[in-house]
């Protein structure tokens, strides 16, 4: 199952349960539709915690929509997990379409805060893995 939803700062994107590879090709394309209406960059927060590990012709569609997102000026990326091999699968995708250096990986089973944490990477440029993580610092949209 996927969700996208637009915000202030770009996309909102949860994915979860067992995605097949025909919802993935639909999530795809909804993603193209929509990243193709920023005029200049965006960001995104790609909650995974409720994924099941997907299959490897689903992993390759997953990282083509990185890619996707790169090409589309993809600026910062929060990627949200809460299972070790969703974690292990998102950081190979995030090397092997290479927003290794725009996206965040955020551990939700360690890190109550998660939202926090990444909406202050999207939008203060404050880095989840610091050990201080200035949680203090975030002013979530109101809209």
Known sequence: ??????????LRITLSEQMDQQEALRFQASLERLVRKYPVSFAAIIDTRN???PPENVLKILKDCLVIGKKHRLAKAAIIHSSPEVQSQVHRLSIL???????????ARTNENWEKLALNWIMNDVDPNDQGNHTERIQIPTK
């Open 51 to 53: 994924l099941v590990p």
């Open 97 to 107: 379409s290479e927003v290794i250096d725009e996206a965040r990986e955020i551990d």
């Open 1 to 10: 199952m996927y969700k996208i939803r637009p915000t202030l700062f770009g």
